[in-house]
């Protein structure tokens, strides 16, 4: 059984919906985060948004990869990511740290400074956790706490036909950034050795994006007070991974471009440097904590305009049309250079990151 169908299988239905409901919560278990009323003492124009995220020494980071303070930041990030995935306000913050012995007092004192920076960025206040031993490895769980405007979260079911599709940052470079760390590493026998030659230079901004992802929380804040957003997802698993989910959850089809997919310069010259295709990284990667939605066609460019304005990118990457369910893409003419008289189209595998492989 893989990760979701995991999930599945321990939670489907287990919980009488009386029970839920007498306890406030809004939207449970399948989206990128919670949905849950807040007492009416606090304030009844907003809600609560939960959700946690973990981060496992060797699964989602090395020595060679990350360096401590990188940890906590990531460790925080990925889960501002999920709030801002419900057009939400991140403002809480609970951490779990699990350290074995190669962990000691100062080593841990660095990955909170990583958290607090993050923490500062997006105004999240950190207010408590919980700490205890581990055998072998790291374990850093995150649990943030964060708001949204009553019935206004942005779940991942409501993608229309003739809706566009937007992501609000470029797709590939944490995987990029993450294959370039692991090579060095390689070379160095387990420990980082930059390489001195000029393909380097490109990378720093790769290495950059995998250690130190900046969730779209303005950008999703922007987008969510339009009123016209109809679905939105952070990209953890891998753009090909997330537009499934919200092609499944709305019961639609998602049509990408590919030449409309925002492709970094550094990411291709570096996968092609590797004999890889970019696209790969850009499907399947994954870790690029940047947005995946879908909004009204009639709002769109207005939307990217404003954004633009703010200093905040959108790109607009393809349509949603009616299901079955599924995602697929237009192919790039590089031949032609324009547009091909018979577009071809490919059905996308979700394809990318997934804890436990079937
Ligand atoms: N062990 C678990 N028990 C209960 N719910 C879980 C568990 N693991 C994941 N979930 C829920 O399943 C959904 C999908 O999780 P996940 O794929 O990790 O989301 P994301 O990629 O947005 O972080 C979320 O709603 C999450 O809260
Ligand atoms: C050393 C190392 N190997 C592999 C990866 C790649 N990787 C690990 S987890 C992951 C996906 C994102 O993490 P996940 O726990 O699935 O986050 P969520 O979907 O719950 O937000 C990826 C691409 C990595 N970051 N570091
Ligand atoms: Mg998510
Ligand atoms: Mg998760
Ligand atoms: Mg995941």
């Known amino acids: 059984m893989d990760e979701f169908g ?22 449970g278990i399948g989206d990128d985060a919670a949905v849950v009323e807040a007492p009416p003492g606090i ?3 907003l809600q609560w948004v939960l959700a946690v995220d973990t981060m496992v020494e060797s699964v ?4 060679a990869t990350m360096a401590e303070a990188d940890v906590g930041w990531k460790a925080l990030a990925a889960n501002v990511s999920d709030i801002a995935a419900m057009g939400g306000e991140p403002r809480h913050a609970l951490v779990s740290v699990s350290a074995p012995g190669a962990w000691g007092p100062a080593r841990i004192r660095r990955l909170y400074d990583g958290l607090y920076a993050c923490a500062d960025h997006y105004g999240v206040a950190i207010i408590g956790g919980d700490t205890t031993s581990s055998p072998a490895q790291l374990v850093v ?26 992501v609000t940052g470029p797709v590939g470079m944490a995987a990029a950034g993450l ?38 929380v303005r950008a999703a804040r922007m987008l969510a007070a339009r009123g016209t957003v109809t679905s939105l997802n952070d990209i953890s698993d891998g753009l090909s991974s997330e537009a499934w989910e919200i092609a499944d959850a709305s019961g639609v089809r998602l049509l990408l ?19 890889i295709n970019p696209l790969e990284w850009m499907l399947g990667g994954g870790e690029d904590y940047v ?7 009639s709002d769109a460019k207005a939307a ?11 790109y607009l990457i393809g349509e949603v049309e009616a299901g079955p369910a599924g995602v697929d893409m237009i192919a790039e003419d590089r031949h032609s250079g324009h547009r091909a008289e018979q577009e071809k189209r490919i059905p996308i595998q979700k394809k990318g990151y997934n804890h436990f492989t079937d």
Request: proline share 5%; aromatic share 4%.
């Open 60 to 63: 989602h980071f090395n020595e």
């Open 179 to 216: 294959h370039y760390l692991l090579a060095a590493a390689a070379l160095g026998g387990g420990q980082f050795v930059p390489p001195a030659d000029a393909a380097a230079a490109g990378t720093a901004a790769l290495v950059q994006a995998h250690r130190r992802p900046a969730p779209s």
């Open 257 to 275: 471009r590919e030449s409309q997919l925002p492709v970094s310069g550094s990411m291709a010259v570096y996968a092609r440097s590797k004999g």
């Open 291 to 297: 947005l995946l939605g879908t909004m009204a066609a």
């Open 141 to 166: 769980a995150v649990t943030v706490v964060g708001t949204v405007e009553a019935g206004k979260a942005i779940r991942r079911s409501g993608a229309q036909p003739g809706d566009a599709v937007f």
């Open 6 to 27: 995991s999930i599945r299988h321990w939670t489907n239905g287990r919980q009488s919906g009386e029970l839920l409901h007498g306890q406030g919560v809004v939207l």
């Open 304 to 314: 990217k305009a404003a954004l633009m304005e703010a200093g905040l990118p959108m």
């Open 43 to 45: 304030s009844g124009a």
